[in-house]
């Protein structure tokens, strides 16, 4: 009977070895269960951060055509700025050349404006002559009139 008490011993031992082992065992396949879980949710946030890069990666060659296109218009509005300023020259010297034609004008005008004076002075005074003819007609009828008697 000595000799089964030992062994007893052991089987108690080996039985609460093996209680342990399965223990253990249950705690590790828990916690591969429980890392499944923590790797499929980490594959869905990898898969829902590609779709994310994917969007953004979208989203940077839409920005990119967009920023081409916005420097075809910038230069586009450059040329049509540089045409207007070009327009806008010409028509300042075509307005310079019209002023000078307007000044030119004026000075006409006013050297005509002396000349009708002028030629109004000498009318009014060949007017006077005229009268003074006249009188000196009338004059030198009556003189004649007086003569023929």
Same mark, same amino acid.
Do not use: N, P
């Given at each position: 009977?000595?000799?089964? #008490?030992?062994?007893?011993? $052991?089987?108690? *031992?080996?039985?609460? $070895?093996?209680? *342990?082992?399965?223990?253990? !065992?249950?705690? $590790? *396949?828990? /916690?591969?269960?429980?890392?499944?879980?923590?790797?499929? @949710?980490?594959?869905?946030?990898?898969?829902?951060?590609?779709?994310?890069?994917?969007?953004?990666?979208?989203?940077?060659?839409?920005?990119?055509? /967009?920023?081409?296109?916005?420097?075809?218009?910038?230069?586009?509005?450059?040329?049509?700025?540089?045409?207007?300023?070009?327009?806008?020259?010409?028509?300042?010297?075509? !307005?310079?050349?019209?002023?000078?034609? !307007?000044?030119?004008? +004026?000075?006409?005008?006013? +050297?005509?404006?002396?000349?009708?004076? *002028?030629?109004?002075?000498?009318? #009014? @005074?060949?007017?006077?002559?005229?009268?003074?003819?006249?009188?000196?007609?009338?004059?030198?009828?009556?003189?004649?009139?007086?003569?023929?008697?």
């Amino acid at each position: 009977m000595a000799d089964v #008490g030992w062994r007893d011993a $052991f089987i108690e *031992r080996f039985r609460a $070895f093996v209680e *342990r082992f399965c223990a253990l !065992v249950e705690r $590790f *396949r828990a /916690f591969i269960e429980r890392f499944r879980a923590f790797i499929e @949710r980490f594959r869905a946030f990898v898969e829902r951060f590609c779709a994310l890069v994917e969007r953004f990666r979208a989203f940077i060659e839409r920005f990119r055509a /967009f920023i081409e296109r916005f420097c075809v218009f910038v230069e586009r509005l450059h040329t049509f700025v540089e045409r207007f300023r070009a327009l806008v020259e010409r028509l300042h010297a075509f !307005v310079e050349r019209f002023d000078a034609l !307007v000044e030119r004008f +004026r000075a006409f005008i006013e +050297r005509f404006h002396a000349f009708v004076e *002028r030629l109004h002075a000498l009318v #009014g @005074r060949i007017g006077a002559l005229v009268e003074r003819l006249q009188t000196f007609v009338e004059r030198l009828e009556a003189i004649v009139g007086w003569l023929s008697f």
